[in-house]
């Protein structure tokens, strides 16, 4: 199969997860719409601050060694295994923050071959991306079937490595979350139960949407290196 058609065939399969999965405009809307939600974020603004939240959490789940910094210029949280530290985005005003910090020490407490294998490879695929992308455009790599085989296998474990460590945390995240917000005692069970259900419609939506991009992003990887390939 030639180039084209490599493009083709993953052209398809991208429109077909997206119809699958409903992934459309639609939902993305609803989705951000969900999380905007302002009464919603005025219920937990009653709960602590993220960085005890996030302390609070990291104690429940017992694991206190990891540090814990809140970067307010940040729209995105993230654990970065490297350094066992937890850097918490500017979340204040949306309900999802006892979610995403919840999220956060969850991928804190995984397997940590995982997490470094993840944190290494991630950078060496990437670090491959980038080269055989230069070597393309300057007409620099004989063996261009080789290349894009190749890169297609690391995209798969790319894939797999990263779904499974996602999945993982957004579906304890929920479960964690509930916990903390229902030891707090500062909420009542009605106002509890519709922050977990909202989390609940989010997640429905979400889990899909983070899958897919995790894959499309692969997927826009490859799908370059094969335009340059036939314009090269």
Excluded at 73 to 94: F, G, M, P, Q, R
Excluded at 119 to 140: D, E, G, H, R, V
Aim: charged share 20%; with cysteine.
């Amino acid at each position: 199969m030639g180039f084209l058609g490599l493009i083709l065939v993953f052209a398809i399969i991208l429109i077909v997860l997206a119809f699958v999965f409903d992934i459309n405009l639609q939902n993305f809307k609803q989705m951000k719409s969900i999380g905007e939600d302002k009464n919603l974020s005025k219920i937990t603004d009653k709960l602590p601050s993220n960085i005890k939240v996030c302390k609070d959490i990291l104690k429940k789940i017992n694991n206190t060694k990891v540090e814990v910094e809140e970067n307010k210029d940040s729209s995105t949280s993230l654990y970065i295994a490297i350094t066992d530290k937890i850097h918490i985005a500017n979340v204040k005003d949306s309900f999802t923050r006892i979610q995403t910090i919840a999220h956060e020490c969850i991928h804190s407490i995984q397997n940590r071959k995982i997490l470094l294998f993840n944190f290494y490879y991630s950078n060496a695929y990437l670090f491959y991306f980038i080269s055989a992308l230069i070597m393309l455009i300057c007409k620099a790599m004989p063996y261009k079937n080789t290349c894009i085989s190749i890169f297609i296998m690391l995209s798969f474990v790319y894939y797999v490595v990263r779904s499974y460590l996602e999945n993982d945390a957004m579906v304890k995240a929920r479960y964690l979350a509930k916990e903390y917000i229902e030891e707090q005692e500062v909420l009542t069970k009605e106002e509890v139960n519709q922050v977990v259900n909202k989390y609940d419609e989010l997640n429905n939506i979400g889990v899909k949407w983070t899958n897919f991009n995790l894959f499309l992003g692969t997927v826009i990887k490859v799908i370059i290196l094969l335009i340059i390939c036939i314009i090269r």
